[in-house]
C-alpha cells in the first residue's frame, strides 16, 4: 500500500468516527448532557478525594519526620548514657568498694567484745601492732565540675583523664604514709631508712602541723601523672577546681597537698 492510500484510509476512518459522534449527540441530547454532569459531578468527587488525601499524606510525613528526629535523640542520648557508663572512673569504683569495706570492718568491729584478753593482744601479729594512720585523700571531680573549666585551661583533656589523675595522687599518698607510719625505728634496712629520711627532709614549717603532701618523685611509677608535661596539664585544673593545693620552699621542691573547701 502506498502512503498516498494509507493517508486515505486514516481520512476515511476518522470521517467515520466523527459521523457516529454527530449521530450520538443529535439523537438523545438530553440524555447526553445528563451523562456529562454526572460525569463532571464523579471528577468533582475525585479531585475533593485527592486533596484530602493530599492532607492526609501530608500530616503522615510530618510524622514520620518528627519520628526520626526523635529516634536521632533517642539514640544520640543513648550514646551519651554509654559513653557516661565507659568514662567512670576507676577511682570512683574504687572508693566505693573501699567505703563498703570501711563499713563492713567497723560493723564488725562494733560486734566484738568490749574486753579483750591481755594474752590474745599480746599474741597479736606484726601488723596490729604498726600504728594506722588517717591518709588525706584528694577529693573526685564531677561532670558539673568539669564543665566549668575554662576551654583554655581544659584543652583536649577528657574527664574520665581528670578522675584518673585524682586516683594515682591518692594512690602516692596512701603509699607514702602507709610507709611513714611505721617509723625510722621500725625500718630494719638502710633503704628504708634512706627513704624515711628523705621524705622528713620534705617536710618545712608549713607542712609539719599534720599537711599530708607527695612530690613530683612521688608520682613516677604513676601512668599518666609521671610526666612532666601531664602535671603542667593536669595539676592546674585541679588547683582551678579547688582540689590540691601546692606548697613551695624552701628550695625547689613542690609540695602537691589535697584541699578541701
Known amino acids: 500500500m502506498s502512503l498516498v492510500e494509507e493517508i486515505k484510509v486514516e481520512l476515511e476512518e476518522r470521517l467515520e468516527r466523527a459521523n457516529l459522534s454527530k449521530e450520538m449527540l443529535e439523537d438523545n441530547k438530553q440524555e447526553t448532557q445528563m451523562v456529562l454532569g454526572e460525569l463532571s459531578h464523579e471528577l468533582a468527587q475525585i479531585r475533593m478525594n485527592m486533596v484530602k488525601q493530599n492532607n492526609i499524606c501530608h500530616i503522615i510525613k510530618t510524622q514520620i519526620q518528627a519520628a526520626n528526629r526523635m529516634n536521632e535523640l533517642l539514640s544520640a542520648y543513648q550514646g551519651r548514657l554509654k559513653l557516661l557508663k565507659e568514662n567512670i572512673p576507676v577511682g570512683a569504683r574504687k572508693q566505693n568498694i573501699h567505703d563498703s569495706i570501711q563499713n563492713k570492718g567497723q560493723d564488725t568491729k562494733s560486734k566484738k567484745s568490749p574486753i579483750e584478753d591481755p594474752k590474745d593482744a599480746n599474741d597479736s601479729s606484726d601488723d596490729s601492732k604498726t600504728p594506722r594512720v588517717k591518709v588525706d585523700q584528694v577529693e573526685f571531680i564531677s561532670l558539673s565540675e568539669f564543665d566549668t573549666v575554662p576551654k583554655y585551661m581544659k584543652g583536649r583533656v577528657q574527664f574520665a583523664t581528670m578522675n584518673t589523675a585524682v586516683e594515682e595522687l591518692n594512690t602516692a599518698l ?88
Open 174 to 261: 596512701e603509699e607514702k604514709y602507709a610507709f611513714m607510719a611505721r617509723t625510722f625505728a621500725n625500718m630494719t634496712s638502710m633503704t628504708e631508712k634512706k627513704k624515711y629520711k628523705a621524705y622528713k627532709s620534705q617536710e618545712s614549717k608549713t607542712t609539719t602541723a599534720g599537711v599530708q603532701f607527695i612530690t613530683a618523685e612521688d608520682l613516677k611509677g604513676a601512668q599518666i601523672l609521671k610526666s612532666e608535661h601531664s602535671r603542667r596539664s593536669l595539676l592546674p585544673i585541679l588547683r582551678h577546681l579547688k582540689k590540691i593545693k601546692e606548697i613551695r620552699g624552701p628550695g625547689s621542691i613542690v609540695r602537691i597537698a589535697p584541699l578541701h573547701c
